[in-house]
């Protein structure tokens, strides 16, 4: 899971994974609290096919708040 923390409340966060290649795997909204905000990892695709071994980058935007957030990017890798 994703862990970020959060001083809005009353937007969401918008979660997109992406593959090496650069395409877009899933996406996913979560609703958005003060505080600690926990993100489930999805590891399938837009069919709900098991996403294969390999380097995956998420993103996390912020949206719907009054305050700008830079979004969040990083990389996970699944393993068989």
């Keep these: ?17 992406y593959n090496y290649a650069g395409q877009l795997i899933n996406d996913y909204k979560m609703s958005l609290n003060i505080g600690k905000n926990q993100v489930p990892i999805i590891i399938t695709d837009r069919n ?3 996403l294969a071994p390999g380097v995956y980058f998420y993103r996390i935007s ?19």
């Excluded at 899971?1 to 994974?17: K, N, Q």
């Excluded at 912020?62 to 068989?80: G, R, S």
Aim: glycine share 6%; charged share 25%.
């Design 1 to 17: 899971e994703f862990d970020y923390a959060a001083t809005v409340s009353g937007g969401y966060s918008h979660i997109e994974i």
């Design 48 to 50: 709900n096919s098991k």
């Design 62 to 80: 912020v949206k719907n708040t009054d305050i700008l957030v830079e979004p969040m990017t990083d990389k996970f890798i699944i393993v068989q």
